[in-house]
C-alpha cells in the first residue's frame, strides 16, 4: 500500500451549484413552497423507462427501473396541486424564475439563447411524479472572477427541484410534494485543476454571487453542490452528489481522487495478469449445495427463500482484496453496487473463509465450478427477482476494471467517502417537454436583465459601511440576512442608530432562532413598528429583546399584545422613582456597607424587577440619587 | 423523420444552402462552439432559428443570423425503432388490441411540439411486457385520431371490424382510443353490436406513453385482466381509478363520462360504482345485471347523424332553435335543467318541430339523475308539446343512441319506442 499524492494526481474539479430561487412560487404552478408538518393526501406510483426522442433508453433510468420500487406520495394543498400530482399539465413557465436567472446569467457574462427548450430530464427514482425533472438550458459560456482568476461557466439551466424524500423501506420509497417544483438554477462551472481549498473559494465567490440578487432561498438545503471529479489518464468524469457543506467538499474531493487513482493502479495491475473476461457461463446456483452452510447470512437467506449464487472469475485470484491506498478495493466497490439493489452485499474469495464460511463450503464451490488458485470468486444471495440483474452488472463492473475509472454518479457520504449511486446519465435521458412551448428571450428582456445585475458582494459592503457607519463583519451579516431591505428602510429614518439596528436583525433574532423560537412569526411590520416604539420611547432598547422573544414563542401576535403580555410598558418617572426609593430602602445594609460601590448590587436587583419598563440608564441615574440620599443622611 | 421537418424560409434556405438535413451531426460556430443533432422545428415558430439537440441532451434554438460557421460531423442519424417480437404462448388466450390514436398512443409531434398519436398498436404492446404474461396479442391499427377528430363513419368503421372478430379465437378486444369522446364510441358500439358475445374494453390515457408515469400501462395491464378473466361480455371503459398506480375502474360504455380534464380517474359512472375494480389481480364486481339486455347477437352498423345536442341556458335564444328545426335535423336532444325543463320563450318553436315529425328527446345537465317531467307544470307543458323524457340517460348517450335509432328506422312511433328501451344498461331502473 502506498501514500496517495493529490499532487501528482492531476484532479480536475468542476462545480455544479443548485440554487433555489426565491420567487415564493413554483417554476410551473402557483403553490407557494411551504414545509408542511402534516399531509392531508397520500397515493401510489409507479414510474417505467420510456425511450428518449433518439429512440433509446437512458441507461440510468434502466437502472432505477430494475429496483422496481412502489413509491408513495404525500401531498398538502397549501404547497402543491395538481400539477405536482402529475395530474394537471404544466402552467406557464413563471416569469419572475425566468427573469431572474437572466440577471444570473448575466451577471456571470454567460451567452444566452434567444430560443430556449424545456425539456424532460428523465429522473425514475420517484423523486418527480413525472418521471422527469422539467429543466432548461439558459445559457451557455461566461465566467465568474474569484482572486482575480476568471473561472468558467459551462452551463446555466433553470430547472424543478425535485420531491423531498421522507422515507425508504425497502420496496416502498416515500416523498413529500411539497418541494417538488421549486425554481432552481443549475451552474456548472468548468473544471479546474487545484486544491480543494481553492474550489471551495470558487464555490462560495458564486454563492455570494448569487445571494447578491437578493432573490435567492437561503438555509439549508436551498443550495446544494455536485461536483465533477476526474484525475489524469483516469479517462472518466465522475458525479458526485449530495455534497451538503462546503467544508465537506475537501474531504469528498480528495477521496474521490484517491479512489479513482486507485483504480487505475489496479487496472495497471489487471493489465498485466491473465484475466481478460467473463460472461454470464461462468455463474451457477448453489442454493441446494450450500443448504448445511453455518453463516447466518447464507442461513437467514434460506430462510428467505432467496437464491444464492457464485460467479467464477479466472485469473482473478487476489484482485478485489488487492488495495492500492486504504479503504480502496474492487470488493468494496462491488458490494457498494450492489447495495443499490436492496442486496446486502457479497462474499469474494479473497476474504473467505470467514462469516461463517468454512472451508468444507468453499471446498463445494472450487469442485463445483473447477476453480483453482489463480482463480477468484463471488458469492451473492439474493430474491429471484433481482439476482440476475445485479449479477449482471457486477459482470460488467469487473470486466471494466482493467480500463480504470468508470464514468457514473457517486453520492457523499457524511463522513466524506462517495458511494456508488448509479450509472452516469447520457443525452438520452433527455425529451422535449411536449406541454410547455419553446421559451422566446427578447432583446428587452436581455436589456432589462443587464440592467438589473447587482452590485458585487464586496460594493455591496462598501456601501453600507459607508453609507450607516457599519464595520464590516456586521455590514456583511446585515447584507446576507433576509433584512437588508428592512434595514435600510428603518435605519434610513432620522435619529436612529444603525448599528444598533443591524445588531438587533442579526445578533438578536438569529439567537433567538438558535434557542428554537420561530422568526416567521416575527413580520417585518411588527419590527419596524418596534423601532417606532422605541423612538417614541413607548418602549426601551433593554425591551426589544423580550418582545421578540415573546412573539417568536408564538405567545403573541403583534407588538402590542406583546406588551401587554410581558407588561414591559415604559414606567412614568414618578412611578419609577417611587420603586427605586423602594428598593434602595430596603437594601440600606448593602449600601450602609459598600458605600457608592452599592450601585453594582442594586443595579441587578433594580434591574430583575424593571427590566424592559426603563432605560438601563434612568435606573442607573435613579439609584445613584437615592444612594447618595441614603449615604447623605 | 422526414428531412426539414417545420424548418421554413430563411431556415430551410439554410439548411438547403449549408447540405444539411434533420438528424445531422454538426459542429456550429455561433457566439461560442456548439456540437450536436439538428432536431426537427415546430410549425408555430419563426424561420430565424435552428434547433440543436447539444451531447448533454438539450436542446436549444440558435440565432441563425449569428451562425458564423457551420461545419457537418456525420450524416443523418436514425432515429432507432427496435421493434421486438414477442413470443406467444399456446397455452394464454388471445386479445386483440385495436388502436384508434389518442394520448395513450402518442409521443412528440415535430409538427407542432405537441404530443401526437404515433405509437402502433405493436409499440405500445411491446411497451408493457407484462401483457404477454398474460395473453396472446395481436394488434392492428385502425386509423391514428384524436378523440375530437373521430367522427360517427370512424364508429361505423370499428364496429365493421369488431363484427369480424365476434366468432374467432379472441377471448375479448382491446380499443386503444383517445379519451375525450371515449364514451361516444363506447355508446356506439354498445347499440350497434348489442349482444355481442365477447368483452369490448376502450382504453385510454391521460399522461402519454412516452412517459415515465404514464397511466396507458397499468391500464392496458387492467384491460387485459379484465378480458382474460372477467367471463361476461359487454362494451366497457377501462381506466384509472383514482390518483395512484394501483386499482383501474371498469365502467359500463353507456354509463361512463370523462368529468374531469385532465386527472387520471377522470372518467367516472354515473349515479352508481364502477361495475368492475381490477386490483392487482383481483377483479371485484359491483355489476348486478347484464350488460346487454338481448342475450342475441344481432348486429345493426347504421347510424344518422342528424342529431343535435342542445344545452337550454338562461338566455338561450329561440332563434337559434328554429335554425336547427330548419336545418335537416331529425331529433334534437335537450339538456334541460334539473328535472328537464327548458324556458317558455321555446314552446312555439318546440311545437313547431314536433309538428314536423322530429324527435325530441330530453335529459339533464345536472348529468346524474332522472328527468322527472311531471314534477312541475314546465315539464307537463313540455310533455304535451310532444318531448319524450329519458330517464337517466347521460345526454351524449342519448345522442348517440338517437343517431343509432334514426340510423335503422323512419319510423317515429317505433323510434320512440327504442329510445325508450333499455338496450346496453344506457338507463337503469
Known amino acids: 500500500?502506498?501514500?496517495?499524492?493529490?499532487?501528482?494526481?492531476?484532479?480536475?474539479?468542476?462545480?455544479?451549484?443548485?440554487?433555489?430561487?426565491?420567487?415564493?412560487?413554483?417554476?410551473?404552478?402557483?403553490?407557494?413552497?411551504?414545509?408542511?408538518?402534516?399531509?392531508?393526501?397520500?397515493?401510489?406510483?409507479?414510474?417505467?423507462?420510456?425511450?428518449?426522442?433518439?429512440?433509446?433508453?437512458?441507461?440510468?433510468?434502466?437502472?432505477?427501473?430494475?429496483?422496481?420500487?412502489?413509491?408513495?406520495?404525500?401531498?398538502?394543498?397549501?404547497?402543491?396541486?395538481?400539477?405536482?400530482?402529475?395530474?394537471?399539465?404544466?402552467?406557464?413557465?413563471?416569469?419572475?424564475?425566468?427573469?431572474?436567472?437572466?440577471?444570473?446569467?448575466?451577471?456571470?457574462?454567460?451567452?444566452?439563447?434567444?430560443?430556449?427548450?424545456?425539456?424532460?430530464?428523465?429522473?425514475?427514482?420517484?423523486?418527480?411524479?413525472?418521471?422527469?425533472?422539467?429543466?432548461?438550458?439558459?445559457?451557455?459560456?461566461?465566467?465568474?472572477?474569484?482572486?482575480?482568476?476568471?473561472?468558467?461557466?459551462?452551463?446555466?439551466?433553470?430547472?424543478?427541484?425535485?420531491?423531498?424524500?421522507?422515507?425508504?423501506?425497502?420496496?416502498?420509497?416515500?416523498?413529500?410534494?411539497?418541494?417538488?417544483?421549486?425554481?432552481?438554477?443549475?451552474?456548472?462551472?468548468?473544471?479546474?485543476?487545484?486544491?480543494?481549498?481553492?474550489?471551495?473559494?470558487?464555490?462560495?465567490?458564486?454563492?455570494?454571487?448569487?445571494?447578491?440578487?437578493?432573490?435567492?432561498?437561503?438555509?439549508?438545503?436551498?443550495?446544494?453542490?455536485?461536483?465533477?471529479?476526474?484525475?489524469?489518464?483516469?479517462?472518466?468524469?465522475?458525479?458526485?452528489?449530495?455534497?451538503?457543506?462546503?467544508?465537506?467538499?475537501?474531504?469528498?474531493?480528495?477521496?474521490?481522487?484517491?479512489?479513482?487513482?486507485?483504480?487505475?493502479?489496479?487496472?495497471?495491475?489487471?493489465?498485466?495478469?491473465?484475466?481478460?473476461?467473463?460472461?454470464?457461463?461462468?455463474?451457477?446456483?448453489?442454493?441446494?449445495?450450500?443448504?448445511?452452510?453455518?453463516?447466518?447470512?447464507?442461513?437467514?437467506?434460506?430462510?428467505?427463500?432467496?437464491?444464492?449464487?457464485?460467479?467464477?472469475?479466472?485469473?482473478?485470484?487476489?484482485?478485489?482484496?488487492?488495495?492500492?491506498?486504504?479503504?480502496?478495493?474492487?470488493?468494496?466497490?462491488?458490494?457498494?453496487?450492489?447495495?443499490?439493489?436492496?442486496?446486502?452485499?457479497?462474499?469474494?474469495?479473497?476474504?473467505?473463509?470467514?462469516?461463517?464460511?468454512?472451508?468444507?463450503?468453499?471446498?463445494?464451490?472450487?469442485?463445483?465450478?473447477?476453480?483453482?488458485?489463480?482463480?477468484?470468486?463471488?458469492?451473492?444471495?439474493?430474491?429471484?427477482?433481482?439476482?440476475?440483474?445485479?449479477?449482471?452488472?457486477?459482470?460488467?463492473?469487473?470486466?471494466?476494471?482493467?480500463?480504470?475509472?468508470?464514468?457514473?454518479?457517486?453520492?457523499?457520504?457524511?463522513?466524506?467517502?462517495?458511494?456508488?449511486?448509479?450509472?452516469?446519465?447520457?443525452?438520452?435521458?433527455?425529451?422535449?417537454?411536449?406541454?410547455?412551448?419553446?421559451?422566446?428571450?427578447t432583446k428587452k428582456e436581455l436589456e432589462v436583465a443587464e440592467k438589473n445585475i447587482p452590485k458585487s458582494w464586496d460594493e455591496s459592503l462598501k456601501e453600507l459601511h459607508e453609507k450607516y457607519n457599519l464595520n464590516f463583519q456586521l455590514a456583511e451579516q446585515v447584507f446576507d440576512s433576509k433584512y437588508i431591505d428592512l434595514f435600510e428602510k428603518i435605519s434610513s429614518k432620522p435619529q436612529i442608530n444603525p448599528t444598533f439596528v443591524a445588531s438587533i436583525l442579526c445578533s438578536s433574532i438569529t439567537n433567538l432562532e438558535r434557542n428554537g423560537l420561530n422568526s416567521k412569526l416575527l413580520t417585518n411590520e411588527e419590527i419596524e413598528k418596534t423601532f417606532e416604539y422605541l423612538q417614541n420611547g413607548k418602549i426601551t432598547k433593554e425591551s426589544i429583546e423580550i418582545i421578540f422573544e415573546n412573539i417568536m414563542e408564538g405567545k403573541s401576535n403583534s407588538l402590542d399584545e406583546a406588551i401587554k403580555n410581558t407588561s414591559i410598558e415604559t414606567l412614568d418617572e414618578a412611578k419609577l422613582e417611587e420603586i427605586i426609593e423602594k428598593i434602595s430602602n430596603e437594601n440600606k445594609g448593602i449600601i450602609e456597607n459598600q458605600k457608592e460601590r452599592a450601585i453594582g448590587p442594586l443595579m441587578g436587583i433594580a434591574m430583575k424587577n424593571l427590566r424592559g419598563k426603563a432605560s438601563g440608564e434612568m435606573i442607573n441615574k435613579l439609584l445613584l440619587k437615592n444612594i447618595k440620599k441614603i449615604l447623605g443622611n | 423523420m422526414p428531412e426539414y421537418t417545420g424548418y421554413r424560409g430563411t431556415s430551410l434556405e439554410f439548411l438547403k444552402s449549408n447540405n444539411l438535413v434533420v438528424g445531422d451531426s454538426v459542429k456550429i460556430t455561433s457566439d461560442l462552439t456548439y456540437s450536436g443533432i439538428i432536431m426537427p422545428r415546430y410549425e408555430h415558430q419563426d424561420d430565424k432559428h435552428i434547433v440543436l439537440k447539444l451531447n448533454s441532451g438539450y436542446n436549444i434554438g440558435l440565432d441563425l443570423d449569428q451562425i458564423s460557421k457551420v461545419e457537418k460531423l456525420s450524416s443523418s442519424e436514425k432515429i432507432r425503432n427496435i421493434e421486438q417480437k414477442i413470443k406467444k404462448n399456446p397455452s394464454l388466450p388471445n386479445i386483440l388490441l385495436l388502436s384508434t390514436g389518442g394520448t395513450i398512443a402518442s409521443k412528440v409531434d415535430y409538427r407542432t411540439g405537441a404530443v401526437t398519436p404515433i405509437l402502433t398498436a405493436e409499440e405500445l404492446n411491446s411497451s408493457v411486457p407484462e401483457l404477454s404474461k398474460m395473453a396472446n396479442i395481436d394488434t392492428e391499427v385502425l386509423f391514428s385520431e384524436y378523440s375530437e377528430n373521430i367522427m360517427p363513419d370512424h364508429w361505423l368503421q370499428i364496429a365493421n371490424k369488431l363484427v369480424e372478430f365476434a366468432d374467432s379465437k379472441y377471448s375479448g378486444i382491446i380499443i386503444a382510443h383517445g379519451t375525450d369522446t371515449m364514451h361516444y364510441t363506447s355508446s356506439f358500439l354498445s347499440f350497434a353490436l348489442a349482444g355481442y358475445p365477447i368483452p369490448v374494453v376502450l382504453v385510454g390515457s391521460q399522461r402519454s406513453s412516452d412517459r415515465a408515469s404514464s397511466d396507458a400501462a397499468l391500464n392496458l395491464i387492467g384491460a387485459t385482466r379484465f378480458l382474460v378473466e372477467c367471463k361476461t361480455n359487454g362494451v366497457y371503459v377501462v381506466m384509472h381509478h383514482d390518483e395512484s398506480d394501483e386499482t383501474i375502474s371498469c365502467h359500463y360504455g353507456t354509463r361512463v363520462r370523462k368529468n374531469h380534464t385532465s386527472k387520471r380517474s377522470a372518467f367516472e359512472t354515473i349515479g352508481d360504482n364502477p361495475a368492475y375494480l381490477i386490483i392487482d389481480d383481483k377483479i371485484q364486481k359491483n355489476a348486478k345485471d347484464d350488460y346487454f339486455k338481448t342475450s342475441e347477437f344481432t348486429p345493426k352498423i347504421n347510424l344518422d347523424a342528424r342529431v343535435a345536442l342542445v344545452k337550454y341556458y338562461p338566455g338561450y335564444r329561440a332563434d337559434l332553435l328554429e335554425k336547427i328545426i330548419d336545418m335537416d335535423y331529425r331529433a334534437i336532444i335537450f339538456e334541460g335543467t334539473g328535472l328537464g325543463h327548458i324556458g317558455k320563450i321555446l314552446y312555439d318553436n318546440v311545437k313547431k318541430a314536433h309538428e314536423k315529425g322530429i324527435f325530441l328527446g330530453m335529459t339533464s345537465q345536472c348529468i346524474d339523475g332522472r328527468v322527472g317531467m311531471t314534477v312541475y307544470e314546465s315539464g307537463r307543458d313540455l310533455l304535451n308539446l310532444g318531448i319524450v323524457p329519458l330517464e337517466n340517460m347521460i345526454p351524449e348517450v342519448a345522442l348517440v343512441k338517437a343517431m343509432w335509432v334514426l340510423g335503422n328506422s323512419d319510423n317515429p312511433e317505433e323510434i320512440k319506442k327504442i329510445m325508450l328501451e333499455n338496450i346496453s344498461s344506457e338507463m337503469s331502473k
Open chain 1, 1 to 441: 500500500m502506498s501514500e496517495f499524492s493529490f499532487e501528482d494526481a492531476g484532479v480536475k474539479v468542476g462545480l455544479e451549484i443548485h440554487q433555489q430561487l426565491n420567487t415564493n412560487k413554483k417554476l410551473f404552478c402557483n403553490c407557494p413552497p411551504i414545509e408542511s408538518d402534516e399531509y392531508t393526501k397520500k397515493f401510489q406510483r409507479k414510474l417505467r423507462a420510456v425511450k428518449s426522442e433518439l429512440g433509446e433508453y437512458d441507461p440510468a433510468a434502466l437502472f432505477e427501473k430494475s429496483k422496481s420500487k412502489i413509491i408513495s406520495y404525500y401531498a398538502n394543498s397549501q404547497s402543491s396541486c395538481l400539477v405536482e400530482e402529475d395530474e394537471e399539465p404544466p402552467h406557464n413557465l413563471d416569469k419572475d424564475a425566468k427573469n431572474l436567472a437572466l440577471i444570473i446569467a448575466s451577471s456571470l457574462k454567460s451567452n444566452i439563447f434567444s430560443e430556449i427548450y424545456p425539456m424532460r430530464k428523465t429522473v425514475i427514482d420517484g423523486s418527480n411524479t413525472t418521471g422527469f425533472q422539467r429543466t432548461m438550458l439558459i445559457s451557455q459560456g461566461g465566467f465568474i472572477e474569484v482572486e482575480g482568476k476568471k473561472i468558467g461557466v459551462q452551463s446555466i439551466c433553470l430547472e424543478e427541484d425535485a420531491a423531498k424524500l421522507i422515507g425508504d423501506q425497502g420496496s416502498i420509497r416515500e416523498y413529500s410534494l411539497d418541494r417538488l417544483g421549486v425554481p432552481l438554477v443549475e451552474i456548472a462551472l468548468e473544471p479546474v485543476e487545484g486544491k480543494p481549498s481553492q474550489i471551495k473559494k470558487i464555490a462560495l465567490s458564486l454563492g455570494k454571487l448569487l445571494r447578491s440578487t437578493k432573490k435567492v432561498t437561503r438555509g439549508i438545503g436551498s443550495i446544494r453542490q455536485d461536483v465533477n471529479v476526474s484525475v489524469k489518464d483516469g479517462g472518466a468524469v465522475v458525479e458526485v452528489k449530495g455534497v451538503q457543506q462546503l467544508d465537506q467538499l475537501e474531504k469528498i474531493v480528495e477521496f474521490e481522487a484517491k479512489r479513482q487513482y486507485g483504480l487505475i493502479k489496479i487496472a495497471e495491475k489487471l493489465k498485466k495478469s491473465k484475466f481478460e473476461e467473463i460472461t454470464k457461463d461462468s455463474v451457477r446456483e448453489i442454493t441446494d449445495d450450500w443448504k448445511s452452510c453455518k453463516s447466518k447470512i447464507i442461513q437467514k437467506a434460506l430462510k428467505d427463500n432467496s437464491i444464492i449464487k457464485v460467479l467464477k472469475i479466472p485469473d482473478f485470484a487476489g484482485m478485489f482484496g488487492y488495495s492500492p491506498y486504504e479503504g480502496i478495493r474492487l470488493g468494496k466497490e462491488i458490494g457498494q453496487l450492489v447495495k443499490f439493489y436492496g442486496i446486502g452485499g457479497v462474499f469474494h474469495s479473497d476474504e473467505l473463509p470467514n462469516y461463517g464460511i468454512e472451508e468444507k463450503d468453499i471446498e463445494i464451490v472450487k469442485n463445483l465450478l473447477k476453480i483453482n488458485e489463480n482463480d477468484a470468486f463471488l458469492i451473492i444471495a439474493a430474491p429471484a427477482v433481482k439476482i440476475d440483474l445485479a449479477i449482471e452488472s457486477i459482470i460488467n463492473r469487473i470486466n471494466f476494471a482493467n480500463k480504470g475509472v468508470i464514468a457514473e454518479t457517486r453520492l457523499a457520504t457524511p463522513n466524506g467517502d462517495t458511494v456508488f449511486l448509479r450509472p452516469r446519465p447520457g443525452a438520452s435521458r433527455m425529451y422535449p417537454e411536449t406541454d410547455v412551448p419553446p421559451i422566446i428571450v
